[in-house]
């Protein structure tokens, strides 16, 4: 008797996780609206003598469908 009541006991303890709790898997997910620069130096940096500039991203029409662009920085 005392065996099947250590073994119940044991299937019980186990099944309500109290012996081996598992650690709780997060998720996390942010939103970002807008397209932000690469760098945070500010909207423009030099570099070998030029100045280059953020453009921002947009969308384009390509190939019949709507696609959009990331922002970059290009030369001024």
């Keep these: 008797m005392k065996y099947k009541l250590a073994v119940l006991l044991g299937v019980l303890l186990c099944a309500s996780g109290i ?7 997060a998720i996390g997910f942010s939103i ?9 130096r500010g909207p423009h940096y030099w ?21 959009w662009v990331h922002g ?5």
């Design 19 to 25: 012996v081996a709790p598992t650690p709780a898997q």
């Design 32 to 40: 970002e609206i807008g397209d932000r620069p690469y760098y945070n």
């Design 72 to 76: 970059h920085y290009a030369p001024r």
């Design 47 to 67: 570099h070998h003598g030029v100045r280059w500039y953020w453009i921002p991203g947009h969308w384009r029409w390509r190939h019949g469908h709507r696609i």
